[in-house]
């Protein structure tokens, strides 16, 4: 199993970013497919969750409404639109497979300043 993010970066309050998370060894369009992540100090939080075929998705309650999972089983791709980052969205995040998590990749940082 590898799991390989990408798209994360600096950007600015209010500012957007669309993560990626590449997916291969594992039959991708049969999985849970979750987003985690952790920001400096703290312990790992929960984002959000989307079904095999993408058409359930649950959210944290501090990212709804402003963040959108969502998935490309034709690509083997996950992927999080960001909208309307704020500065304690600041982390390292993580895609996961399974519920709960059975692996996960490196991580992208995300990092929102002015």
């Known amino acids: 199993v590898q799991l390989v993010e990408s798209g994360g970066g600096m950007v600015q309050p209010g500012g957007s970013l669309r993560l990626s998370c590449a997916a291969s060894?594992?039959?991708?369009?049969?999985?849970?497919m979750t987003w985690v992540r952790q920001a400096p100090g703290k312990g790992p939080e929960w984002v959000s969750i989307?079904?095999?075929?993408?058409?359930?998705?649950y959210y944290a309650d501090s990212i709804k409404g402003r963040f959108a999972i969502s998935r490309d089983n034709a690509k083997n791709t996950l992927y999080l639109q960001m909208n309307r980052l704020k500065p304690e969205d600041t982390a390292l995040y993580y895609c996961?497979?399974?519920?709960?998590?059975?692996?996960w990749g490196q991580g992208t940082q995300v990092t929102v300043s002015l």
């Open positions: 060894g594992f039959t991708f369009s049969t999985w849970d």
């Open positions: 989307i079904g095999p075929s993408g058409d359930i998705a």
């Open positions: 996961g497979r399974g519920r709960p998590l059975l692996d």
